[in-house]
């Protein structure tokens, strides 16, 4: 008789081992590039208008222009990467951008740049779902928060990288120089990922691929296994008769994923609001220079790098809708405070840290939860969709941030309105807790 083997079981019941540990790597440097490629147009810009001579709305449309391609590139690869597999859409979409960054070098105009920016961004939008949800599929489920939190920590390590690359290559070399680096390292990676990559061996097993496939997988991942009259499946029966759009909006997932797609849309409008407004609104507002108010920004992204990394720790050992919940609710609270501690400096980048901590933590936190929440038949449209949906807020805030600064409000007021996003986010939270433990409980009592 031939043996049957649960691969969720068998990752679930072993250590972290080397194979998955590479997976990881590989997902880390893949978000490196992406951050790296997605804020590069904000670096190059103060040359670029000096030299093009173009007003700050051209240039607002060029920097609003990748935005809109993430929100399109993440709702397209979902689907894409849930049926013919999570590799290929990967390494596409690195290839994407990368090509599409070279490209740009070639832009003499606004129009061309611009357009540019929305191929690049094409590719940008499906790498981090995706990646968060090959990582998840190879992760214990002990340590699968952390482990994607982790791996998306390499956005923020790859959007710092850049500022330090381009102040030396901009004045050395031009911007061109630094478009020229952001898209040949992809296109590199691209080609390495061909062959060192993996598919998600839980993909593989869902879409019923040929034993050989998996054998290769599990004789990497497990290599202790005997793999020979093996079989393989996911420990429950697979959804083969809907697609992944279905299974989304299906009726046992569908509040799930407004929650998440609510959640995510707030907390990413106010997390670029802050990123895009807080210099300005600080200089502005509480009388400091320049250098004081990026100090002080700089406090708020260096936070999230500690609260992903923390949060992504909390989920794997309490309710992971409940520390989020708490997290975006301390993190309405830090906003409050903001605007109630203008006169003290050092406290307003405290404060400022933590506004970073819970915010930015909790957005990658949330990125885990959707990898956790769906199942693996429809895990990357679930992520992405999440994803795209929260790009829409991160444009909508450029425009919010915009007006905020045309009505003249005070500081203090500017961020008590601000407490009103975080605090729906934790709503959101709470509610998609409350589906989840309900869904949890009526799939116990139909297996009793």
């Known amino acids: 008789m031939s043996q049957i083997i649960d691969v969720r079981k068998l990752i679930n019941d072993r250590p972290l081992g080397r194979f998955q540990k590479w997976v990881v790597f590989l997902g880390f440097v893949i978000i490196v590039l992406d951050g790296f490629d997605a804020v590069i147009m904000g670096f190059i810009a103060p040359q670029l208008k000096m030299e093009w001579g173009i007003s700050n709305q051209e240039l607002g449309a060029i920097l609003s222009a990748g935005l809109i391609g993430q929100a399109i590139g993440a709702m397209l690869a979902g689907p894409l990467a849930d049926r013919y597999g999570r590799k290929v859409v990967l390494v596409s979409s690195v290839m994407f951008f990368g090509v599409w960054t070279l490209a740009t070098m070639a832009s003499t105009d606004v129009t061309s740049m611009a357009l540019l920016r929305v191929l690049t961004g094409l590719g940008l939008g499906a790498a981090i779902p995706n990646t968060s949800t090959l990582i998840a599929e190879y992760s214990p489920e002990r340590s699968r928060s952390f482990l994607v939190t982790l791996t998306l920590c390499g956005f923020t390590c790859g959007a710092a990288s850049g500022g330090f690359i381009s102040a030396w290559a901009i004045p050395s070399f031009g911007w061109p120089s630094v478009l020229l680096l952001g898209g040949a390292l992809p296109v590199l990676l691209a080609m390495i990922l061909v062959f060192k990559m993996p598919e998600s061996v839980s993909f593989l097993v869902s879409k019923n691929a040929s034993i050989e496939r998996i054998r290769a997988i599990i004789s990497r991942l497990a290599p202790e296994i005997d793999t020979k009259g093996v079989t393989y499946n996911l420990g429950r029966p697979t959804l083969e008769d809907r697609t992944s759009i279905r299974i989304v909006l299906s009726r046992e997932y569908r509040l799930g994923t407004y929650t998440l797609w609510t959640g995510y849309f707030l907390v990413l409008f106010l997390i670029y609001l802050l990123s895009s407004w807080l210099p300005t609104l600080i200089k502005e507002g509480g009388g400091y220079t320049v250098s004081d108010a990026a100090i002080a920004t700089a406090m708020f992204q260096i936070g999230g790098q500690g609260g992903a990394l923390s949060v992504g720790w909390l989920m794997d050992r309490w309710n992971k809708s409940r520390v989020l919940m ?44 959707a990898a956790s929440f769906y199942p693996t038949e429809a895990r990357s449209t679930g992520a992405s969709w999440m994803v795209g949906f929260g790009r829409l807020g991160a444009i909508l805030s450029a425009f919010a941030g915009a007006q905020v600064l045309a009505l003249g409000w005070s500081l203090p007021n500017v961020f008590t309105a601000l407490i009103l996003p975080a605090l729906l986010s934790a709503l959101a939270m709470y509610v998609h807790g409350l589906h989840t433990n309900s869904s949890n409980r009526i799939a116990s009592l139909s297996a009793i």
């Open 326 to 369: 708490l997290t975006f609710l301390f993190g309405g609270l830090a906003v409050f405070a903001i605007g109630q501690i203008t006169e003290h400096y050092v406290l307003l980048c405290s404060v400022a840290f933590c506004v970073g901590f819970c915010m930015i933590g909790g957005s990658v936190g949330m990125n885990a939860l």
